[in-house]
């Protein structure tokens, strides 16, 4: 069967080198070992990976079980892309980075989550793209000559596309896909210059970092996955180390915050040997603090921190722009959350709080996940009341940027302020964050 249309259960499956009846043995001995009973049989597997049929919870624990995968990541990721081998990279090679931009873009298309875009600021981009001699991008596209021009036409999209604010990034996938497409289909034609095609896979990289923090945003964690895979492709050809490492410093913060931190640590540590700008190895330290923090490894956090406001203070000039946001903000409340991992509660509130006075106004997605994190720093320190305020304005914002990861971060605090409720910051909380 052609690997396009053959279920992942199925690889998975036949990976092992099992039958369908070996599969479903496995499942039912899982089931016992769990004191549970499964109906699960070969019919049963047959309709799962023909497409006829989507395993429920239960079969999905027990499926979990059999390829020894963590169950946290079944409810993260959903059916089917918790499933082992769906994961599985492309190799890095010198014609790899079009099948691995592709196979993202192919996985996410997803009739159900399209959004009609209604942002006044993209009305001027399409005007541009209208009037921008668009006959050069159709003879690029017919297999003639990608020139200079037309790169810069499409960066200058590429730019108005990803720099646009959360809020507006929000109503644009549909746009997003179809210039990463566009890029990707001219590269694909192999028909430009050395310098040309250099720039083609930055901008490629570019936008597919930045499509893959969408779906990030979105609670889509297996398709981030995928667009930031190909995003490293992209800019491994481009010959850019620091934006290869930043993509995979993505990579490692979508780990922790699947609750891997050792696979984030391993990924940073590979990555951080091959960053040259002071603020990408700043970034990096401070996501590898992040990740040691959470593994308890108390004298590799604080060196890691150490390293990290040293570049940081160190840096001079201009920085790359996937990483020309990190500010002390960033220093300060990573810090604060890596102290508090580290049990050091009192000191991490303090930074956080610095932290998020500090944080420009402009980015709205950050103060939603600083403010949750203060909002926690100060329920544990008491201050119930101002802790419900702060929780209130993270949800906010989270609310009005439509990012289901931010909201989802509040949300998994309600539980702590359920144990004070009657407190009057806290019942309003409690009522604005109701289901």
Not at 257 to 265: F, G, Q, R, V
């Amino acid at each position: 069967m052609d690997d396009l249309i053959r279920h992942p259960l199925a690889h998975a499956r036949i990976e092992r080198g099992w039958s369908q009846p070996e599969l479903a043995r496995r499942i039912q001995r899982a089931a016992l070992r769990r004191r549970l009973r499964s109906g699960t049989d070969r019919a049963r597997i047959w309709a799962w990976e023909n497409f006829r049929a989507t395993p429920d919870d239960h079969s999905q624990m027990l499926l979990a079980d059999v390829f020894e995968i963590d169950q946290s990541l079944v409810a993260a990721l959903g059916w089917p892309h918790w499933l082992p081998g769906r994961d599985n990279s492309i190799p890095i090679g010198p014609h790899s980075t079009v099948p691995a931009l592709r196979e993202a873009l192919r996985a996410s298309m997803d009739r159900r989550t399209f959004v009609a875009y209604t942002s006044a600021a993209l009305v001027g981009l399409a005007h541009q793209w209208a009037a921008t001699e668009p006959r050069a991008l159709a003879a690029a596209l017919d297999g003639k000559a990608v020139d200079a021009e037309l790169v810069d036409l499409l960066e200058a999209t590429g730019d108005k596309l990803t720099g646009l604010v959360t809020e507006q990034r929000q109503h644009t996938r549909t746009l997003l896909d179809a210039h990463l497409t566009t890029v990707t289909d001219l590269i694909d034609g192999h028909n430009y210059t050395e310098p040309v095609g250099r720039r083609l896979h930055v901008l490629a990289a570019r936008m597919s970092t930045t499509v893959g923090w969408h779906r990030f945003d979105q609670g889509k964690h297996a398709a981030a996955g995928r667009f930031w895979h190909g995003a490293l492709h992209s800019a491994h050809a481009s010959g850019d180390r620091d934006l290869g490492a930043g993509v995979m410093s993505d990579l490692a913060y979508q780990a922790t915050w699947l609750k891997d931190p050792k696979t984030a640590a391993e990924i940073l540590e590979n990555a951080v040997a091959r960053t040259r700008h002071p603020t990408a190895r700043s970034l990096l330290y401070l996501r590898l603090a992040r990740a040691q923090a959470a593994l308890g490894e108390a004298h590799a956090c604080h060196r890691s921190l150490a390293t990290a406001e040293q570049e940081f203070a160190r840096s001079a000039g201009e920085a790359p722009a996937w990483c020309a946001w990190m500010s002390p903000a960033d220093l300060l409340v990573d810090s604060g959350q890596c102290l508090r991992d580290l049990g050091q509660p009192e000191r991490g509130h303090q930074l956080i709080g610095e932290g998020v006075k500090l944080l420009p106004g402009a980015r709205r997605k950050t103060a939603v996940v600083f403010l949750s994190y203060e909002a926690d720093t100060l329920l544990e320190a008491g201050e119930v009341d101002y802790a419900a305020a702060t929780a209130q304005e993270s949800l906010r914002l989270a609310t009005q940027i439509g990012a289901p990861r931010c909201v989802a971060l509040v949300h998994d605090m309600l539980p702590a302020f359920q144990k004070y409720r009657g407190a009057e910051r806290v019942d309003e909380f409690l009522e604005l964050a109701r289901p």
